[in-house]
């Protein structure tokens, strides 16, 4: 503390000193600016001869010496008062730095509500400010879902290992039991691992997606798009659900991992939230300086205020899904992480007669030439 002290106080005497000669200088410029063009004139003037704006007997004036001898007085007094005045516009200047150091100190991982609020005048002190703010909205964004996601993560797990729990405690207790029901209990547990399992790959996944964009390699979403699809044809199949696809080259610059994760989800969640004779249609386009990637699929009418919740970790739209084991409430939550790891733009609308369509748009970017 001491020593951030003595170097703010540093950084103020520096400035001050640094006003303060630029303050003398110009009082020293002034003064030799009036008092050498009298000296010049003086010695022009012929001796025995009076100078034209010579002072009459009988009138008070001031000569050339006492000039110079006044103006040295001067310019000894004028060393403090360049120090007061290089010291109070320091003082002024550094405000704004002192209500950041102060603030700072302030903000913690508990209390990230607080802001600089600098205001104006706008210059370069201010507009760090605004940075800082911006860096600091960000954390407690960063933080709050964090607890969020926390807290619903920890839900989500208990119901698994509650069940585990109690359908070996419930195998353990029955001293009766044969070969085959121990067998049964064993294939429900492992069915319940494997829930977990699948459960803690799409919280992983969540938050990879959270934790932003590390490589930005040139990729185009129609070949993504592709091997997906060619993944998910037998899942489709098993459901009756039909997949159809009309794409373009749209080529973007993200991260290939998080791109794919992006299209599998969008695809799995209309291929898992749809009916029994329905279809999924997927299309990749590019316009102007953005390109799109597109998932209609049929289904179930969602309202349209429930659209938002369901980009939300475990959220589900009916109750009657918090038990389906091919979904966790994940999905979508994914998607959104990486369209904002992207900085793309996220659409979603409803059809009146059923299903979604959902539109992510990124940035175009150029294929790299091959020689």
């Keep these: 503390m001491t020593s951030q002290r003595l170097a703010k106080k540093s950084l103020q005497t520096r400035l001050a000193l640094a006003y303060a000669a630029g303050f003398y200088a110009a009082g020293v410029f002034v003064l030799v600016f009036v008092a050498v063009p009298l000296a010049s004139i003086d010695a022009a003037v012929p001796q025995g001869r009076p100078a034209a704006s010579a002072i009459t007997a009988g009138e008070s004036g001031i000569s050339l010496p006492q000039l110079l001898a006044g103006s040295a007085v001067a310019l000894v007094f004028l060393i403090p008062v360049a120090l007061a005045l290089g010291w109070f516009v320091a003082g002024r200047f550094l405000r704004p730095l002192r209500a950041i150091t102060a603030t700072a ?23 760090l400010g605004h940075t800082l703010d911006g860096l600091f909205a960000r954390l407690q964004a960063s933080f709050d879902a964090q607890r969020h996601f926390v807290a619903n993560a920890s839900h989500e797990l208990r119901t698994p290992l509650a ?14 039991a044969d070969t085959d029901s121990l067998r049964s209990a064993c294939q429900e ?24 964009v590390a490589r930005r390699d040139t990729l185009d979403l129609a070949r993504i798009v592709v091997g997906v699809l060619a993944s998910r044809r037998d899942q489709a199949t ?4 039909d997949l159809a696809e009309h794409l373009t080259p749209a080529v973007t610059a993200g991260d290939p991992g998080l791109m794919e994760s992006l299209v599998a989800n969008l695809i799995d969640n209309a291929i898992r939230h749809n009916r029994a ?6 299309t990749t386009q590019t316009s102007g300086t953005r390109v799109a990637l597109t998932v209609t699929n049929s289904g179930p009418v969602i309202p349209d205020d429930q659209i938002q919740r369901l980009f939300q970790p475990f959220q589900r739209l009916a109750p009657d899904r918090h038990g389906h084991r091919d979904g966790y409430g994940l999905g979508l939550a994914i998607v959104n992480a990486v369209a904002q790891a992207h900085d793309a733009t996220l659409t979603t609308s409803t059809r009146p ?7 992510v748009q990124f940035a175009h970017a150029s294929l790299p030439s091959h020689p």
């Excluded at 991982?109 to 370069?124: K, Q, S, V």
């Excluded at 098993?238 to 659900?241: C, D, F, L, N, S």
């Excluded at 004779?277 to 997927?282: A, H, L, N, Q, S």
């Design 353 to 359: 007669e059923g299903g979604l369509s959902i539109t």
């Design 238 to 241: 098993e459901k009756g659900v």
């Design 105 to 127: 100190r302030i903000i913690s991982a508990g209390n990230l509500h607080r802001r600089l609020d600098l205001g104006e005048p706008a210059d370069e002190l201010t507009e």
């Design 163 to 176: 069940g585990l729990r109690t359908l070996l405690e419930v195998a353990l207790a029955d001293t009766g």
């Design 277 to 282: 004779d329905g279809w999924v249609k997927v």
């Design 189 to 212: 547990a492992l069915a319940l691992g494997g829930h977990q399992e699948r459960l803690v790959q799409a919280l992983l996944a969540l938050a990879t997606s959270e934790r932003g």
